[in-house]
């Protein structure tokens, strides 16, 4: 099993950068594919980016295509997300997730681990 805590979320202006990172527990970090996932008030959650175990493979969603990074550090036990360029409707709770399989899918249920999640709000 892994546990995850989130950290670096916050109130930034739009057009702002943050930075959130996702830190594991356990020395099995680099055998899990990780995501980010998001949901906003009154939304569904929605997938945001993933990577595989090694980082040599990452996908995103179309709406943060080009503004976000996802990246790992094995050697940390930590998942980053770099979001830059922040809009209005970045604002939500984000989540990062866990998949013992190596997936990395774009779908949330093929996650079995996740983190409590951290607040971003982007104001406009």
């Known amino acids: 099993q892994v546990q995850l805590v989130e950290s670096g979320g916050g109130l930034v202006q739009a057009g702002g950068s943050l930075r959130l990172s996702c830190a594991a527990s356990?020395?099995?970090?680099?055998?899990?594919?990780m995501g980010w996932f998001r949901q906003a008030p009154g939304k569904e959650r929605e997938f945001v980016a993933a990577i595989s175990r090694s980082g040599g493979n990452t996908r995103y969603a179309d709406s943060v295509k080009g503004r976000f990074t996802i990246s790992r550090d094995n050697a940390k036990n930590t998942v980053y997300l770099q979001m830059s360029s922040l809009k209005f409707e970045d604002t939500a709770v984000y989540c990062c997730a866990g998949d013992a399989f190596g997936r990395a899918s774009v779908e949330p249920r093929w996650y079995a681990y996740w983190g409590q999640g951290i607040q971003v709000t982007v104001s406009s």
């Open positions: 356990g020395r099995t970090f680099s055998s899990y594919a």
